[in-house]
């Protein structure tokens, strides 16, 4: 047994109060004079003794108070046996089987709600959702669980589990996945009377998404939500441009001026030299390329997965979410759940109100008020 608040104990102090309230209340014998005696010797007193009236209620009240101690202590028993009934999990947007008696049937859905409650909506999480059902579930307790094929919910690893599971997996095909988005369209600013600088980033938008470079904008107008900017001045970012990177923007840079602070080299050609560094400003990023825009000085540009690269650092490839469910049976090995201690609150609040009971009834009953 542990305690998770072993000060409540110091509630045991109370233990005074009904010994002082019992030698308070106790029978008092005042002497009578009585005429056929008052001629007898009189005899010594003995030593009066301390003695407790009501004894039976006063062990009561004891034992009353020792338990509300012990209840605020908040005492925990480990060891404790612990349920192991199977248990039948089934994600949401399938038709739940018959659960035979004595199992848990299950949700696979944050808190692992009864399935006799309405089926969660909305996408889950299953590959995160199984791992910490793994844990949640009593050591020893047998594992089934049915999943859609195509399964959805997934995440970069495979989940592992500390118990062999029983995957039932069930045709069902799911909804049309949003396709990604589109590879943005580059905007330039800045002097670009570089034609080198413009054939290589015309290749580049070609090779995105096979449409023509935009033409160069005007002032210091920033590039629209989701477009990539490039800024082809030796001088800073503009206001405008900075504040649209700080709220998620990315644009591609040729000078030191226009790129803050240390960079992190993000890019690299075969020869392992560093072509492009990212510099974080706000939410978004400045990407600064390490030479001009030419294969004479930058010869990543001529390496034919360079603007497959480029558009990685753009716009990173999502984790796949979606596999067939007979590749996703989880892998053994992970740790088993830590032992749960059983909370013994209930069981002493409970024993709170029957002493509670007792000792008011024990108070008030009639034997009380008849002479001893």
């Keep these: 047994m542990s305690l998770l608040f072993p000060l409540g104990l110091l509630a045991l102090a109370a233990l005074v109060v009904p010994l002082l309230i019992h030698l308070a209340r106790r029978h008092h014998y005042a002497p009578l004079d009585f005429a056929a005696l008052r001629w007898l010797r009189a005899k010594a007193q003995p030593r009066q003794r301390i003695r407790f009236d009501e004894w039976p209620l006063l062990l009561v009240r004891l034992l009353l108070l020792t338990v509300l101690a012990l209840l605020l202590a908040q005492p925990l028993l480990h060891g404790a046996a612990t349920p192991t009934a199977p248990w039948v999990v089934v994600t949401p947007g399938l038709t739940p089987p018959s ?15 009864s399935l006799e409650q309405p089926a969660p909506t909305g996408p889950q999480p299953l590959a995160s959702l199984l791992r910490e059902l793994d844990q949640a579930m009593p050591a020893g307790a047998a594992l089934t669980v049915y999943v859609p094929d195509p399964m959805p919910g997934l995440d970069g690893e495979r989940a592992r589990l500390s118990r062999l599971v029983d ?49 160069v904008m005007a002032g210091d107008e920033a590039p629209a939500t989701g477009q990539v900017g490039v800024w082809l001045d030796n001088a800073a970012l503009p206001a405008t441009w900075q504040t649209w990177v700080q709220n998620g923007g990315s644009v591609l840079v040729t000078a030191a001026a226009a790129a803050p602070g240390d960079g992190v080299p993000v890019l690299r050609d075969a020869s392992g030299n560093v072509a492009m560094t990212r510099h974080a400003l706000g939410r978004g990023q400045v990407l600064r390329f390490g030479q001009r825009l030419s294969p004479a000085t930058l010869p990543i540009l001529r390496e034919a997965d360079f603007p497959r690269r480029l558009l990685d650092l753009l716009q990173p490839v999502p984790v796949p979410q979606v596999a067939s469910a007979v590749t996703q049976q989880p ?11 059983l909370d013994l609150s209930f069981w002493l609040l409970a024993l709170v109100v029957l002493l509670f009971a007792v000792e008011r009834w024990m108070a008030t009953s009639i034997r009380r008020g008849r002479p001893a």
């Design 167 to 215: 995957w039932r997996s069930v045709r069902h095909p799911l909804p049309a996945v949003a396709a990604f988005s589109d590879a943005p369209l580059l905007r330039v600013a800045g002097t670009a009377d570089d034609a080198q600088t413009q054939r290589v980033l015309e290749a580049v938008q070609r090779a995105w998404n096979g449409q023509p470079l935009s033409a």
């Design 331 to 341: 892998l053994t090995g992970a740790a088993p759940p830590a032992a749960q201690p």
């Design 99 to 113: 659960v035979d008696d004595g199992s848990e049937g299950r949700w696979l859905a944050p808190g692992f709600p």
